[in-house]
């Protein structure tokens, strides 16, 4: 993932966590506040129209909160109570958890006009609303509107309007759940006379005098617990925090005087726990009571109903592990642990590989199994106190909270790995299982949770990089690539913009006469700041940051303008990565930058590696067909490395063969080379296409291409790639050189070769 990327996707997690953090021990009075907050909040930090919340009751929805920014009208009053027919389209995809997107309300089809006579007067044309879920009940809904401009809502914003949905629905189950809670209380305290509480009567000795006949309905006879202590009756953990409250009562206040206490558990009859709440009141001045009166009731429900609300906060609801901001509490205490006992903390961060595929191949459902087993099987590997959460996705996290040394952090990594080796069984099908892994490893006074996981994350793209199914420790040697990498990222706009992007070129020569037939372009950066730097990492930033089709026209121009001052027999050629080639603007690219510089098309020749092409080689193949069509000449590049079946070759529009130098550093000594480069020269005689062999340094493997019938070459023995005007000087001498001995040789059809490539091969 670009670092830009995930710095965005880091910063809408934190900036949602800001404005939900909140919720989750928000009291009822105060949540309509907070909900209308968050709505504006994440409105205006996306930039859209109206932000609003509907509840769903009695098979209608009813508008509770809207937000609208500046200049746009709202439309709460006017659509207060809406049936759900209206929008039935809607309701079967919320309740399976789908978010629902409309990008143009007007281009609705006919079996959707009552839902577009509702949305259009609302001067509404594009929207997004997710689901509020509570145990498989639609609660209601969340959703944004587009009103001044059509709007494609991207994945990164439902995921954020979906984090803030949930902690919603969390917050409004909850304040359902205490106003029942609050309800039955009520009724409780009417019913007085006719129902009692939960009733003890405790002495100064501690021990009960009495207790009321309710103490039956949990399976405590009254006369069992006369005379015993009260604390023999109170869950252990309670019973610290109910002394403390009770121990400062002085002897002199009155009856009147009740202290409240918290919510506590008694042991029911069966041997479990019940939870009650209620208070304590000194009546030892009754010469009745004499004693310290506890007047409790039951409230096991709501607190289970709180607990399960606590736990789905925290927790994945697909593989019941701890979720994100789990996670995330527990690095944070971990860390402040760290400074404070000099203990390690480790993060190992898991990323299925290729786990798409099973989405793609057999469907969510099926990836969901395959997602509750991997998170079974990883927590069940782990140490007693690690944590093991799923991140999002097909992440999942492991938090180490200290360990003696990396050795039992690598026998852990181990674990985990044998975990996943067994095949998973979802859905009838097999699926082998592997996962790319980036650990960090951290001790210290100040451990920033926040740069461990983004740390651990980096470690684990590297591994994916690496071949997938592998593990990367972070250490200085990455951080120092990644912060490499940002400037990277920052610095080669502004190169682009000031044409610092330079190109040298490599001749390319008829291997028996040497004389120059073409120029292979190579483009060169180098930075003030960062020294030379590498095409394999500029020309990948600039297709991941957008700024490739910039540089693709500043590195056509310059090949280009460079030829038209060229002899007619000498071609240039640039070679394109895969994004470069298959990229809209490029057909018209060529053409234009042609006809400005007076070159015929024939002169230039575009090429693409074999390893990029596989990777889609219909779309590379209808580009070069086209390319082909126009009079530019065609080259495959580096062939051998990529794999490419002979059927392919046999289909693609190519005039050129290179033979890659991995093949021609052994042809003159080594006779598997040998009959490996005689090989691909009868491929190309017999496809039609003509040979290029890369890599030349000696003249002995100038002789054996020579034996071999190769037709061209390029490489170190010919030339090294050189600014421009050297390679003109170079020309003019050999030009000069030829016409004292003999006349020159015509050029051949398709002798042509010249790169401008991300691959490091071509960029060397």
């Known amino acids: 993932m670009p670092s830009d990327s995930l710095a965005r996707i880091h910063a809408g997690q934190d900036f949602v966590r800001g404005i939900t953090s909140g919720f989750l021990h928000v009291d009822s009075d105060g949540l309509d506040e907070l909900i209308d907050d968050a709505l504006g909040r994440l409105g205006d930090h996306l930039a859209v129209d109206?932000?609003?919340?509907?509840?769903v009751e009695d098979e209608r929805l009813f508008n509770t909160h809207e937000w609208c920014a500046s200049g746009v009208a709202p439309e709460i009053d006017r659509n207060q109570d809406v049936s759900m027919d209206l929008v039935a389209a809607w309701i079967?995809?919320?309740?399976?958890?789908?978010?629902?997107?409309?990008?143009?309300?007007?281009?609705?089809?006919?079996?959707?006009?009552?839902?577009r006579a509702h949305l259009v007067p609302q001067g509404i044309r594009s929207l997004l609303v997710v689901p509020m879920l509570s145990f498989g009940d639609l609660v209601g809904l969340v959703g944004f509107d587009a009103v001044r401009t059509e709007r494609r809502f991207s994945r990164f914003e439902v995921g954020l309007l979906r984090s803030l949905a949930d902690v919603i629905t969390s917050a409004v189950v909850r304040r359902r759940s205490d106003a029942k809670a609050e309800l039955a209380e009520r009724r409780l305290a009417a019913l007085t006379r006719y129902a009692t509480d939960y009733i003890l009567i405790v002495d100064d000795d501690d021990l009960i005098r009495f207790a009321s006949g309710s103490w039956a309905s949990i399976g405590r006879s009254p006369a069992d617990l006369v005379d015993t202590p009260w604390r023999s009756h109170v869950h252990p953990d309670d019973v610290v925090e109910i002394e403390r409250l009770v121990e400062p009562i002085p002897?002199?206040?009155?009856?009147?005087?009740?202290?409240?206490?918290?919510d506590f558990r008694v042991r029911t009859g069966d041997g479990g726990w019940r939870w009650l709440s209620g208070s304590i009141s000194d009546v030892r001045h009754d010469g009745v009571v004499d004693g310290f009166v506890v007047n409790a009731h039951d409230v096991t429900d709501r607190r289970d109903v709180q607990d399960q609300l606590a736990h789905e906060a925290l927790h994945d609801p697909l593989t019941g592990l701890g979720n994100r901001a789990l996670l995330t509490e527990q690095l944070e205490r971990a860390c402040r642990r760290a400074g404070r006992d000099r203990t390690p903390v480790g993060i190992v961060f898991l990323d299925i590989d290729r786990f798409k595929l099973v989405n793609d191949g057999h469907g969510?459902?099926?990836?969901?199994?395959?997602?509750?087993?991997v998170g079974r099987r990883l927590a069940g590997v782990v140490r007693t106190d690690d944590v093991v959460a799923r991140f999002g996705g097909?992440?999942?996290?492991?938090?180490?909270?200290?360990?003696?040394?990396?050795?039992?952090?690598?026998?852990?990594?181990?674990?985990?790995?044998?975990a996943l080796d067994p095949p998973v069984d979802a859905a009838g099908n097999r699926y082998r299982v592997t996962a790319s892994m980036g650990v960090v490893l951290a001790a210290g006074d100040e451990l920033d949770p926040v740069a461990m996981l983004r740390d651990a994350d980096t470690a684990m793209y590297r591994a994916k990089e690496n071949g997938r199914g592998g593990v990367v420790v972070f250490d200085e040697t990455l951080r120092t690539k990644v912060l490499r990498r940002l400037s990277l990222v920052h610095r080669l706009p502004q190169a682009i913009e000031e044409n610092r992007i330079e190109l040298a070129f490599q001749p390319i020569v008829d291997v028996v006469s040497g004389d120059v037939l073409g120029a292979e372009a190579l483009a060169r950066w180098f930075d003030v700041e960062l020294g030379a730097v590498s095409p394999a990492e500029f020309i990948a930033i600039s297709e991941e940051t957008g700024h490739v089709v910039r540089m693709t026209e500043q590195v056509l121009d310059g090949a280009i303008a460079a030829a038209s001052r060229w002899a007619d027999h000498i071609r240039v050629a640039v070679n394109l990565s895969l994004s470069q080639l298959v990229a809209p603007p490029l057909l018209g690219l060529v053409e234009s930058t042609l006809a400005r510089h007076g070159v015929p098309a024939a002169r230039l020749c575009i090429e693409v590696t074999e390893s990029s092409l596989m990777h889609d080689p219909g779309d590379a193949a209808r580009v070069l067909g086209r390319l082909r069509a126009l009079g530019v000449h065609t080259a495959l590049d580096d062939f051998g490395t990529g794999y490419s079946s002979l059927s392919l070759l046999r289909e693609l529009p190519v005039d050129v063969l290179k033979i890659d130098r991995a093949f021609i550093r052994g042809v003159h000594h080594d006779e598997r080379d040998r009959r490996l480069v005689d090989a691909v020269i009868g491929l190309a005689r017999d496809f039609g296409m003509t040979a290029l062999a890369e890599g030349v340094e000696l003249p002995e493997q100038q002789r054996a291409l020579v034996d071999a019938g190769c037709t061209l070459a390029q490489g170190y023995l010919f030339g090294r790639p050189v600014p421009v005007r050297d390679l003109e000087a170079m020309v003019a001498i050999r030009a000069a050189d030829g016409q004292a001995?003999?006349?020159?040789k015509p050029a051949l059809r398709s002798q042509s070769a010249a790169t401008t490539s991300a691959s490091s091969s071509s960029m060397s």
């Open 50 to 55: 109206r932000a609003y919340l509907f509840l």
């Open 92 to 115: 079967e995809p919320l309740r399976r958890g789908d978010p629902v997107a409309i990008d143009d309300v007007l281009a609705l089809p006919p079996s959707r006009a009552a839902e």
């Open 251 to 262: 002897e002199e206040w009155v009856a009147e005087h009740v202290v409240r206490l918290p």
């Open 364 to 373: 969510h459902a099926v990836g969901d199994e395959v997602l509750v087993e």
């Open 394 to 418: 097909d992440e999942f996290v492991v938090l180490l909270d200290g360990f003696a040394d990396a050795d039992e952090v690598g026998r852990l990594v181990a674990r985990l790995e044998r």
């Open 741 to 744: 001995d003999q006349p020159r």
